[in-house]
């Protein structure tokens, strides 16, 4: 009889330290390196509450700290290729999670990160100098790697509906696209900062109009693990036999169990054309190799321990998007925000309150930061009068975080 492992029952309460432990989030908060970037010390008897930087304040799970644990070890550290369980690892990942079952090793290629993937895959649907389309409010990552690479960004704005539901302007797309001459597109799956998982019906019309356009196609899908309130993701290649020949997608484990700090992602690309031609981009870069603890680090999050780690975290992450969707309904006239359905973001709207007060975005960030609020500039994401809020701490935190804003910031 095989013996079960027993199951591990996750603590997503008790505040983490993680002061001197390699994070910015909390480390670099009044470091004048990183002025304004990053929030300034608060006033005194208020500490931060870091929702700025997009990672968590949560532990992760013990089978990923168990895999690299079991490397360290060997006492050898040498040259590597991924190995077959690697490989296993992601495929079955796909297959139970987002119920891709035709993933083979072939398809799968190592990026370092993800913007390093986007780069590879420009380089290959366009050459600097050329526009690129993406929609707004737009991933500031995506903003300074397509820009400093030489590509010149054309922007297509989200829309909230009557519902506040953030929609893309399929329009508008195809407007920019021909005018424009745009022969590439990123694509955020689901979309950070608005924190939209898209239907199947919506992916498949957006394809439509790449394919009717003859633009290449990046579909950064990082998120699609962190879904909320039972969201489902849909894989962007899934949605057509176009998509599935002319989408290069991005994905890692890092934003999923909190390890961007040990790089590592990776594409799948089923075309070989257009997979030869990404790849060897990537190795011409020579550093797109994969470090031997980003390997196993991924091995023991896709396990089945790992699955059980997000399974746990999932209604938490549910639990504190509902608390700051209410509060900002309820308590913050003038103030609005999509409940998120995807990542651990939410994206606050203050255009009204900031007229009706005669203030201005900065005052506003600093009123915030004043009292502890670790928030982010809605002005990196091309949109200056939001505010994004990383969710991803004890529900203790956040309802800290909105009582200081209620009291402080948006009713004082």
Request: hydrophobic share 40%.
């Amino acid at each position: 009889m095989t013996e079960q492992k027993e199951r591990i029952i996750y603590d997503f309460e008790t505040l983490l330290d993680r002061r001197g432990h390699d994070a910015i989030a909390v480390d670099a908060v009044g470091d004048p390196q990183w002025k304004g970037f990053a929030p300034t010390e608060p006033k005194e008897g208020f500490d931060c509450i870091p929702m700025w930087v997009a990672d968590m304040n949560f532990p992760t799970a013990r089978s990923i700290q168990e895999a690299m644990i079991r490397r360290i070890e060997h006492p050898a550290f040498g040259y590597f290729s991924p190995t077959e369980e690697y490989y296993q690892a992601i495929t079955g990942w796909h297959a139970r999670r987002k119920g891709v079952t035709d993933l083979t090793p072939e398809v799968i290629g190592y990026e370092n990160g993800v913007l390093g993937g986007v780069l590879s895959a420009l380089k290959v649907f366009a050459v600097p100098g050329e526009n690129v389309l993406l929609h707004s409010p737009t991933y500031m990552g995506f903003t300074h790697c397509v820009e400093d690479a030489g590509f010149r960004i054309i922007h297509s704005p989200l829309k909230r509906d009557e519902q506040g539901i953030w929609r893309m302007d399929y329009e508008d797309m195809e407007e920019k696209i021909r005018r424009h001459h745009i022969h590439a597109a990123i694509f955020c799956s689901p979309h950070n900062p608005a924190g939209r998982v898209w239907t199947r019906e919506e992916i498949a019309a957006a394809m439509e109009v790449y394919a009717r356009n003859g633009v290449g196609v990046i579909s950064d899908e990082i998120w699609s693990d962190l879904l909320i309130g039972g969201a489902k993701h849909i894989p962007t290649q899934s949605v057509s036999d176009w998509a599935k020949t002319h989408v290069v997608s991005l994905y890692a484990p890092s934003k999923t169990f909190n390890l961007a700090g040990l790089i590592g992602s990776y594409h799948v690309i089923y075309d070989k054309t257009l997979r030869e031609r990404v790849e060897s981009i990537g190795a011409r870069t020579h550093y797109n190799s994969m470090n031997v603890l980003s390997q196993h680090a991924l091995i023991g999050a896709y396990s089945a321990e790992g699955e059980s780690w997000l399974e746990q975290l999932l209604p938490v992450l549910t639990e504190n998007v509902n608390l700051a969707a209410d509060c900002i309904r309820d308590r913050f006239p003038g103030v609005s925000a999509f409940r998120s359905e995807g990542t651990y973001m939410l994206f606050m709207d203050c255009a009204d309150w900031l007229k009706d007060r005669g203030m201005r975005q900065p005052e506003l960030l600093q009123k915030g930061w004043d009292y502890g609020i670790g928030w982010q500039d809605g002005r990196l994401f091309q949109a200056p009068e939001s505010i994004r809020l990383n969710l991803a701490s004890p529900t203790h935190r956040i309802r800290e975080a909105f009582r200081r804003m209620d009291q402080y910031v948006f009713n004082a």
